[in-house]
């Protein structure tokens, strides 16, 4: 299929276009600036601001995909906070852009959101939870959502939320795993919170369900997560088992009681049973996504 991948510079969407390249598909990207996470060859990847509804509007049709995978988005929950415009801009004006751009040319639209949907008081959430969305990030995620569910016909829009997804290397700014990975290695203590529960994710377990679900065109709703919810502290000491680090450089902490500039859901995680049940590419187990790591991280290093 002729697939364009949005946020083709990010975590996942840089991982997913070299995912889909392998699978066949004739991969599009686009990214702000110059191409920093897969080679596109000379003519494949344009650089463009989500916010620039002119020029991506023109994109998508010159483009004309067969699916559009939307990785792109303001990531940083604190740095949206301090830049709701940005925020708005990004997750909720450019995603609707995508949608009607989708929905004019006949593509689906796969786009990928976030467990920050939900407040995280009573998680984990199946994909018919009602979110209740807290602080700017999670604000501008849900209406994202919104946009897609409003703009595509209801046959050719996919949303895969995800969470906390890691993977090596960084792709120059840290995630949680690479962070991780980094202070312990170099014998620095973390601070982790003890009571925020979430659904770690394996970048590339990540993309092999949403490359399913975009090849398999499956609406509607999808967690796209590792298959375990688990504390930040439990994660921790996890991945010191697997990696041989001294689990006692983790300092337990409680983020109820760390003023943070934007809110996080506390008790989240996303239950995958549907993606377990439908998808032949299913949700890691904590283990297993930690022992993929670990490969990963010793194979950049051999
Ligand atoms: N990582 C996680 O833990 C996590 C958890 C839950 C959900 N998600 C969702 O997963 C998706 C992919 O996230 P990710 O982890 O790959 O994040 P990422 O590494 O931050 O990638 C996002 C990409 O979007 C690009 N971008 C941001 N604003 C843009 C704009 N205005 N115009 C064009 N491009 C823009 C960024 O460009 P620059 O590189 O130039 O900044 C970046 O390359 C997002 O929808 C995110 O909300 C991620």
């Not at 990928?112 to 949907?117: I, L, N, P």
């Not at 209740?132 to 569910?149: D, T």
Request: net charge neutral; with cysteine; charged share 20%.
């Amino acid at each position: 299929m002729r697939v364009l991948v949005t946020g083709a510079n990010g975590l996942v969407g840089g991982r997913l276009v070299r995912l889909l390249a392998t699978r066949g598909h004739e991969v599009f990207g686009l990214g702000r600036g110059p191409s920093r996470a897969s080679d596109f060859g000379a003519a494949k990847y344009t650089s463009i601001d989500l916010g620039n509804h002119e020029a991506l509007t023109q994109a998508l049709q010159e483009i004309r995909a067969d699916v559009v995978i939307n990785c792109a988005a303001m990531t940083d929950v604190d740095g949206c906070e301090r830049d709701p415009s940005g925020a708005w801009a990004a997750n909720v004006e450019g995603v609707a852009t995508l949608a009607r751009s989708a929905r004019a040319l006949d593509s689906h639209l796969v786009h990928v959101s976030t467990d920050y949907v939900f407040d995280g008081e009573a998680g984990p959430y199946d994909v018919d939870a009602v979110p209740n969305p807290r602080g700017v990030y999670a604000l501008s995620k849900h209406a994202g959502e919104e946009a897609v569910r409003a703009l595509c016909p209801k046959d050719r829009w996919t949303i895969a939320r995800t969470a906390v997804v890691y993977g090596w290397p960084s792709t120059g700014k840290n995630n949680f795993g690479s962070w991780l990975v980094d202070a312990l290695g170099s014998g620095k203590q973390v601070k982790l919170f003890a009571d925020q529960w979430v659904s770690p994710s394996h970048a590339d377990n990540v993309c092999q369900m949403l490359t399913e679900l975009a090849e398999r065109r499956l609406a509607g709703t999808w967690h796209t997560s590792g298959a375990e919810v688990v504390d930040r502290v439990t994660f921790g000491r996890k991945l010191c088992e697997r990696f041989g680090f001294d689990p006692a450089l983790i300092v337990p902490s409680r983020m109820a009681d760390v003023n943070l500039p934007s809110p996080r859901p506390a008790k989240s995680g996303l239950v995958v049973a549907r993606t377990t049940d439908s998808l032949a590419a299913k949700p890691l187990s904590l283990d297993a996504s930690l022992a993929r790591f670990f490969d990963e991280v010793q194979g950049s290093r051999t």
